[in-house]
Each structure stands twice: as structure tokens, then as C-alpha cells.
């Protein structure tokens, strides 16, 4: 049996930004608290750490039009509620800075910094055609659900978001 550790793993589903600050907020309070935190980024998630800039050259017709309708990076992701063709994203958006509260791309920044490991899931990968170099800076090599199961069994919390 896996020894039990001081240890955070977090699967980020989801690429709603209320979502994802709720995961970056509670991963970056962890690791300053001493915790030993991963991210393992999977589906819609990894449109989180795509890096928006990196043109994808995907094989076949579906993946092409998977990724030109979706093409990812932190500052495309859309509130889950109250979205309202973006009004609702940026009212939040601006709330938050009013509020002196990071943005996604500071949380992202500080996560990085703080050593928490961002792992974008390689089957998700492979299905939607995203290679190695599809990623902001920071991201770590792709690994699959055995790799993030070994996480999860040594962590003290694992959280699905």
C-alpha cells in the first residue's frame, strides 16, 4: 500500500475560468502551506495550459476542425455562468482585478514558481492531436491515468474539477 504524503493531486476537467481560478486558488494556497501539489490536466482542461500561440498541425479532417474551433490558452476560458457573450467573463474579470485578485495568468505564473506540477493527460493528448510542444512553458511531459492513479494513491486529498 502507497504511503500516505503531504501531497495535493487535482484533475482539471474543466475549462470554465470560475473553475479553474477555484483549482489554481486552492493548488497555490497548498503548495505555500508546504503541500506537494500536481494538476493533471485532461479534456477541456488542457485548454488551460495550451499555449494559444502554437498553431497545431493535427492529422485528419475532425481533429483540424477540433482544434481551430478550440484553440485554448488561459485568457480564451469562459465563466460557466452568466457568461452572456463574454459580458459576464469580463465583468468578473474586472471585479477580480478591482478586488486585487491574480488572474489566471498570475496564478499560472505563481504555480510554476512554487513548483506545482502541470500534467497534461497523454491519451487526451493523443486524441485531440496535441503534441509535447503544444503547452505554455512550465508544463511537464504528457502522462496518462496510471501515472495520475499513482499520484492520487500517495496524496492525503485528490480533488476532480
Partial sequence: MAEIKDKLTIVLFSDDLDKVLAAF???TTAASMGTEVSMFFTFWGLNVIRNSEVKIKSKGIMRKMLNIM???GARRLKSS???MLG???WM???IMKASNMPSLEELLKMAREMGIKLIPCSNTCGMMGLPEDAFINGVLTQAGAAYFLSEAKE???TLFI
Avoid: D, E
Fill in 25 to 27: 486558488m486552492i493548488a
Fill in 70 to 72: 478550440n484553440r485554448g
Fill in 81 to 83: 455562468k452568466f457568461n
Fill in 87 to 89: 459580458l459576464g467573463t
Fill in 92 to 94: 468578473m474579470k474586472k
Fill in 155 to 157: 496524496s492525503r486529498v
